[in-house]
């Protein structure tokens, strides 16, 4: 018989001696084995080598062999993953601020939370369709520009403003890729990052993320206030600024024309970019939106970020950058150091979508059914729960902001009452100067639903 084979067959004699054995046991010595089996110690030792390597037995020198503590199977005890708390360090990632966003509602919850569009308000027929055609044509699946395909590109110039070449676009994995991209393309980690007080939470934790500090400039009912903003690029030498000029999220705001202009002076002044988010470009809800800042910007200042996911479908994920000057070539390095391209079939889809008529008929109805829910919620609020006090009513957007006058986690009393709403003090980068609330109008079914959340709402406000 070969030395493998006897191995082998002393271990198997040996697995089934263990198995009635308890953790602890001490097994036969090395003598006692070669007695018993008739093998060399040579041939012992290897097969409790061999155990060992199976996590069965324990070898102590001078001691002798032991069987190993039963491994639990997968699922009979927690696994301990308290190692990583230690190995990761401090936390760059803010997974708390973010969470609520993409987490999974209440059982039965309505839905007034997040930033995107009920299943009945997306143009799924047509992203259908779109996805269909895409996938017959022959170079569907081959590599894609880094920049993104041309077509595409224009499409993003003309929505940027005349000014805008399609060179001047780079084409994203959605909005949130973007702003992560920008936000490490632009500033160097530890440096400040100026923020509208309150903002998109998740730029903050993007911000946060590229090793940022993100600082709160206060805004008023007509957008970001110039003086204030001139006095922080001052006092933290920032050299960017984090803003979203149009339909604000969450106040709904939408920055006064005078001070459209100022605030890229201001950051010209000092030598520093602005990252315009656009992200409502398409969600108005019928009135004329203003230009971005991008479309009067000659010089490089702003750099403007858009996306097509929120008015079509979260699982659309593409938008882009508009960048001129030095800070696209870095851009476009960061591309290639990321993920080199957006994948060509959902771009060619993309492409399909926005040139077809039913992209400007979904448009238009949604732009409708936007400004029905905005004011059936508003209409419904003032009713359910006239403590509260929406800001203002927007010109675009999927949200109101409520203020609630009070201090307690007016949130979480709502998912108890069988509504998600997303709480204010998350859209802060440091404290909150009151209690509020956004509360979406988009991700419910219909407005009879808007009402019943309304009604909740109002319950969970009075505590009955």
């Known amino acids: 018989m070969y030395e493998s084979s006897i191995i082998e067959a002393l271990v198997t004699s ?239 705001a939408t920055l006064a024309h005078e001070r459209r202009r100022q605030v890229v002076e201001v950051a010209r002044a000092n030598g520093a970019f602005v990252l315009e988010d656009d992200f409502a470009r398409l969600l108005g809800h019928g009135a004329p939106l203003p230009p971005p800042l991008v479309a009067d910007d000659r010089d490089g200042t702003v750099v403007y970020l858009t996306s097509l996911t929120k008015p079509a479908s979260p699982s659309l994920r593409i938008g882009a950058l508009v960048a001129r000057g030095p800070v696209m070539a870095r851009l476009r390095a960061m591309r290639m150091v990321d993920d080199f391209f957006v994948a060509r079939p959902l771009q060619e889809a993309a492409i399909e979508l926005v040139s077809s008529p039913a992209w400007d008929r979904h448009l238009r109805a949604l732009a409708a059914a936007l400004r029905e829910r905005c004011a059936a919620l508003a209409a419904a609020l003032a009713l359910e729960a006239p403590g509260w006090r929406v800001e203002r009513i927007p010109s675009g957007g999927l949200h109101l902001w409520v203020r609630t006058g009070r201090a307690e986690d007016a949130a979480e009393t709502a998912r108890r009452y069988g509504v998600a709403v997303d709480p204010g003090e998350d859209f802060f980068a440091a404290e909150a100067p009151g209690a509020f609330l956004r509360v979406g109008f988009a991700a419910a079914a219909d407005p009879a639903e808007l009402a019943e959340g309304a009604r909740r709402l109002g319950a969970a406000a009075r505590g009955e």
């Open 14 to 252: 040996l697995r089934a001696e263990i198995a009635g054995m308890a953790p602890g046991d001490r097994l036969p010595s090395v003598r006692d084995l070669v007695r018993r089996h008739g093998v060399s110690p040579v041939t012992v030792t290897r097969a409790f080598a061999l155990l060992a390597a199976e996590g069965a037995v324990v070898t102590r020198p001078g001691s002798g062999t032991f069987v190993a503590p039963r491994r639990a199977r997968p699922g009979d005890t927690p696994a301990d993953t308290s190692w990583q708390a230690v190995t990761l360090g401090d936390r760059s990632v803010d997974t708390a601020r973010v969470s609520h966003l993409l987490g999974p509602p209440p059982p039965g919850a309505i839905i007034m939370s997040g930033g995107y569009l009920h299943r009945s308000l997306q143009p799924t027929k047509a992203l259908a369709a779109a996805l269909a055609r895409a996938s017959r044509r022959p170079d569907a699946w081959d590599r894609a520009p880094a920049a993104g395909l041309a077509p595409l590109r224009a499409v993003f110039a003309r929505l940027a403003g005349p000014g805008v070449a399609p060179d001047d676009v780079l084409v994203t994995g959605g909005g949130q890729g973007a702003l992560s991209m920008a936000f490490r393309a632009i500033a160097a980690p530890g440096s400040p990052v100026l923020v509208e007080s309150p903002t998109y939470p998740g730029a903050l934790s993007a911000a946060r993320a590229a090793g940022l500090r993100p600082v709160p400039v206060p805004a008023d009912g007509d957008g970001i206030r110039p003086d204030l903003l001139a006095e922080a690029f001052a006092m933290t030498g920032a050299r960017l600024l984090y803003c979203q000029p149009t339909c604000h999220n969450p106040t709904g």
